[in-house]
């Protein structure tokens, strides 16, 4: 269903690298003019496009090619001009504090981003009306459940992701249309039905639309239509059953490598941030009396207890009453470990954990037994996050805000099973480059 999706957003990729090499070619006329030479022009192309290759990483980080936000509205060219303002301050440190290349572009940096940035604006302009008005897909609904509810609304205010509800059978087979099925199908030319799990259990209502699948039918489940709209898995929809068909198969290949990256990884930055390690010590231990690394136990991988390591960042006698939510505006928070919080400084130790095989870089994050007991009483299947290694960041981490109830850590379990079914070391690499974001933009 989302083949066109992925179509349009290798399509915004490619018009994105063509305004920049476009902009790059009329930057080096407009200095050199006739004087410019073949030999001056490939001294410029490789160095800018490592540039652009960073560039595009900078787009990724700050959601411009997430489909979502590809509307013609203020914020969507604010969040264009600002990263563009990154990228060029990213250019010069590349250029002046790694001075590896034959270029000291400082005039023509500047009119490449300017030129650069009006034809990233009237292409991005473009696309965004582009896909708005490109035909749809048509998808039919059989049996409306919450989600699927959700979901349809969601399409409705955002046309511009090409996925149009035609029509619902909000009863399933209990609905009046339901023996004109066929007809609906070819009258709407529908290219997908989405389907409620009780649907699928009925024999009958199975014989029909399977007639359907041979026709080129796309058929999917609610769970998956509502996963690949909001990148998070409906626990509501979900049993057992499910759990044993997604996420029961080992990834031995999978694991090893990340395991052996993340080794040789962490010993490098512990040794880089040994300096920062040194700096934050003295400053927590000059401004506020106790120990400066906190010790916690939290529950990792088959639900082992092991001992977490962080930066203190509250007072010494914080949780004098037992355990508790950390709450917005936490008056127990120090003033530095409201900085370290907030740059997320305060998770550094815990390279240490990745070292000794606690926590991977990336996974749900871990949390405490006293927590745990409670969750696992008042959300269905909140034991299964336990199946992989508990990480520094996460797919819920970068994708909701901080949690603080039992309502978020529901909320938080949905794109923790979104993660655990598809994990990879592409999407841990995607949600590495969005942590990265989190160290400059504190997400509320």
Known sequence: MFSQTKLKSLFLLFGDILSFYLALIITLFLRYGNSLTLVSFNKHIWPFSIIFALW????????LYDLKRAKNEPNFFKTLSVTQIINLSTAFAFFYLLPFFDVSP???????????????????YFFNRLIKNTR????????????????????????????????????????????SLPKIIEKEQISTLVIAPHIKKNRRAAKVIFDELTQGIEILDTSTFYEQIFNKTP??????????????????????????????????LVIILTPF???????????????????????????????????????????????EWSKPNDERITP????????????????????KGDISFVGPRPERPEFVKELKEKIPFYEIRHIVKPGITGWAQINYRYGSSVKDAYEKLQYDIF????????????VILKTIKTFFVNQK
Do not use: C
């Open 56 to 63: 595009i990483i900078i787009f990724y980080i700050t959601n």
């Open 106 to 124: 400082r005039t023509n940096l500047l009119l490449f981003t300017i030129i650069s940035t009006i034809f990233l604006t009237g292409w991005r």
């Open 136 to 179: 749809s897909q048509n998808i039919l609904i059989i049996g409306l459940t919450p989600e699927a509810e959700r979901a349809t609304h969601y399409l409705g205010t955002n046309p511009q992701l090409g996925l149009n509800i035609k029509s619902i059978l909000k009863n399933g087979i209990d609905d009046p249309l339901w023996l």
């Open 235 to 268: 626990l509501s929809e979900l049993e057992e059953m499910w759990f044993l068909e997604n996420v029961a198969h080992k990834r031995m290949l999978y694991e090893t490598a990340k395991k052996i990256m993340e080794f040789f990884i962490t010993l490098t």
């Open 277 to 323: 390690f040194i700096i934050i010590y003295f400053l927590i231990k000059l401004t506020s009396p106790g120990r400066t690394i906190y010790k916690q136990i939290r529950v990792g991988k088959k639900e082992k207890i092991f001992t977490l390591y962080k930066f203190r960042t509250m007072k010494i006698d914080a949780e004098k009453n037992g355990p």
């Open 336 to 355: 530095i470990g409201k900085i370290l919080r907030s740059s997320h400084l305060d998770e550094l130790p815990q390279l240490f954990n990745v070292l």
């Open 419 to 430: 993660y655990i079914k598809n994990r990879s070391i592409i999407l841990d690499l995607l």
